[in-house]
Each structure stands twice: as structure tokens, then as C-alpha cells.
């Protein structure tokens, strides 16, 4: 079994994605860190480059480029819910997880949202994007994770492990 872990960015994917990998004995893998070592460029740069559209297709394509991949955590980058294609892999492949945070908790988190490389934030107000996203978030979701306030990654993992252990996943 795979997990994938969806939601804003800023929400602690990467952070919770380490911590999960690791109480599984998973392996861990970071489409945000996969995107800059194959273009040697971040997410900010290739948008300011290049439009949102390039940053988009260069996901779905590293998505894509998986492959077969087993017993892995995987954490895409908050856009990937804009992409059918790179969606329908990741749900065709794995337990897709959504980590829930109130839009206060990403909006404190997001200090850097100017150099984050932000899929729409030249367009949209951070507040327009969380809003457009929540529900493609939940659609895709197979268990969603409310995550608390405050920001406890072994709470989230033992909270994550609980509800795959309560739908029979593990």
C-alpha cells in the first residue's frame, strides 16, 4: 500500500510525510524535491519563468514518471488536485490523504508565499485559492485528517495511523 498526502501548501506534508514514512519503514518521496533536482530550478523560479502552466506540467509529468511505486509516502505539491491526470495515478496507486488545516493555521504558516513557488498566487488571493481547492481536496480524499491548531506531527501520524487502521488499511 501507498499513502499520498494532499492538501495546501504549508500544511506540513513534507513534515508529516518524513514522520509517516518513518513509523511505517516506508520510503519517503517529495514531488517538490524531484521537480527541482530534474529541472535544477524551484517551483518559484519555473513559475516566474514560465507561468503556472509550466510548473503544472512538469508535476503532472514527475507524477506520472513514477512509475510502479510500493510502499511509499508520497508528498505532491499542493497543485497536483488541478491535474486529472496526475490525480488518477495517485488514487489508482494509493490511499490518498487529505490533511485539513483552517485557512488562519496555512495563512500564518505561508510567511514565504512570495518565493513558494504557489500554483494561481499571482492571480488569487491566498484566500481565493484555499477556498477554490478545499473541496477538490475532499472529492479526492479517501480519509481526511482535521489536523489541530497547533502543529504536534506525532499526534498527526498516530491520528493518521488510527483512521487507516480503522477502515482496515494496514
Known sequence: MNITL??????????IGRKLAKRLSYTFC?????????TGHTLQEIINTSGDDKLLAVEEETILGLGAFENCVLSPGGSVIYSARAMEFIKRNSLVIFLNAPFEVIQGRLVDRQ????VGLRKKSLRALFDERL??????????????????????VRSIMQAISAGGLT
Not at 517529495?30 to 530534474?38: F, G, H, N, R, V
Not at 518565493?115 to 504557489?118: D, M, Y
Not at 481536496?137 to 506525532?154: G, M, N, Q, S
Request: glycine share 12%; charged share 35%; net charge negative.
Open 30 to 38: 517529495d514531488t517538490d524535491e524531484l521537480i527541482k533536482k530534474k
Open 135 to 156: 473541496g477538490l481536496y475532499k472529492r479526492a480524499a479517501d480519509i481526511t485528517i482535521d489536523l489541530p491548531d497547533e502543529f504536534d506531527v506525532d499526534a498527526i
Open 6 to 15: 494532499i492538501g495546501m501548501a504549508g500544511v506540513g506534508k513534507s513534515v
Open 115 to 118: 518565493t513558494r513557488g504557489i
